[in-house]
């Protein structure tokens, strides 16, 4: 048995929720023993053909929908987890649920894969003011990888951010996959998902996918979509976050939510959009990906907008952007309010652009889920079989 451990699955969805389903997913479609841990959600299905062992959980204050796991004292989970024959186990987060991995990995003495996924920092210093437990908690951070068998990331500008931290081990790049990747794009398809959407087929279509958080960088797109100067647009938001009433009451401070001609909002926010069908009519009505973050290592919403023929601009030095070829198959911005806009309205000027930019990212951007986990199955099989060599 694989077992996948993270602090979030479906229905809590950010890019590393998604990436566990799919290497789930897929890797029980290709008949391999697949199993997710992870803490109780509320909303929680059991719809999954693999297994989902949810331990105790309560909610993060100013962090929702996310959830703070104990699962060394849920003592039946704890009983039927231990119960379970890992012959590996791979950990997405350092967290509860990574170090129960570790521990089940050293006393079935297996090997573990862990993954690193996000800028642990910046969330930190976002709600802790002590410099000196803020670099505590990223040592205790550094010696989890540091414990793990193999340390993935998702692209290699990540190891930056691992290196800054203080991580000196190798690491192995595992690239994320894309659930759009195999979906036919056609101009008639744009139009059938603008229409069921109720959008103006005509106007200028602008989209962000992510947690509504500020560390996304969030404020400066709405104070970006200001400077957008006549010229007509529609700016959906999706997602939820600790900061989502505050962006709604800045968008509506900064003029954004008045109607346009049609009585439609310029700026609409749409909320957490969980149903995967619906999610792609949005990537595939919109013109352009709106993504502006520092923050983010390795975005799955960029690669699941390019899927869709939908190019991104984000912003110079970030690595999100480290994929991205300026003007071939995305835009990069510099890091101003001013700048962002202008790159919006040239671009909307010039639609030209934009379709070659977005065929572009589709070949180069979006590989399918399917091809990412025969790749980490292969690998997967490799730790295993040296692991048993080694362990004789």
């Not at 401070?253 to 999610?279: I, Y």
């Amino acid at each position: 048995m694989i077992g996948l451990f993270n602090d979030c699955f479906p229905p809590i969805m950010d890019g590393v929720s998604v990436t566990v389903y799919n290497y789930a997913f897929w890797l029980n479609k290709k008949q391999k023993d697949v199993c997710v841990v992870t803490p109780q959600t509320p909303s929680a299905a059991c719809d999954t053909d693999f297994p989902v062992y949810r331990y105790l959980s309560i909610p993060i204050p100013m962090r929702k929908p996310y959830r703070l796991g104990f699962p060394r004292i849920d003592w039946p989970f704890h009983k039927q987890i231990h119960r379970i024959p890992f012959e590996l186990v791979h950990a997405h987060c350092p967290f509860s649920s990574g170090m129960l991995a570790l521990g089940i990995a050293r006393h079935n003495k297996i090997p573990m894969v862990a993954t690193f996924h996000s800028k642990y920092r910046t969330d930190f210093e976002r709600v802790i003011p002590s410099k000196s437990i803020v670099n505590h908690l990223i040592h205790h951070i550094i010696s989890f990888y540091e414990q793990a068998d193999e340390v993935w990331i998702p692209q290699p500008a990540v190891e930056d951010t691992l290196r800054e931290y203080g991580y000196k081990g190798k690491v192995e790049v595992v690239d994320n996959g894309n659930d759009f990747s195999d979906i036919p794009y056609t101009a008639q398809g744009k139009a059938e998902s603008r229409r069921m959407l109720g959008i103006d087929p005509d106007i200028p279509v602008l989209l962000f996918v992510g947690q509504h958080i500020w560390e996304k960088n969030v404020r400066f797109l709405l104070q970006s979509l200001t400077h957008l100067r006549n010229i007509p647009f529609r700016m959906f938001f999706i997602g939820t976050g600790y900061a989502t009433e505050e962006m709604k009451r800045m968008a509506g401070d900064l003029g954004l939510t008045r109607p346009d001609a049609n009585g439609q909002p310029l700026v609409t926010f749409v909320g957490a959009v969980n149903e995967r069908d619906k999610l792609k009519q949005y990537y595939l009505a919109a013109d352009l990906f709106l993504f502006p973050s520092l923050y983010d290592n390795a975005p799955l919403v960029v690669r699941e907008a390019a899927a869709l023929h939908t190019p991104s601009i984000l912003i110079q030095g970030a690595t999100a952007s480290e994929f991205i070829a300026d003007g071939v198959n995305g835009f990069i911005s510099a890091n101003d309010e001013n700048e962002y806009a202008l790159c919006i309205q040239r671009l909307l000027l010039h639609p030209e652009q934009i379709q070659q930019a977005g065929e572009n990212a589709a070949h180069s951007l979006a590989r399918s889920w399917s091809d990412i986990t025969d790749e980490v199955n292969d690998r997967y099989t490799h730790l295993m079989n040296r692991y048993k060599r080694h362990t004789k």
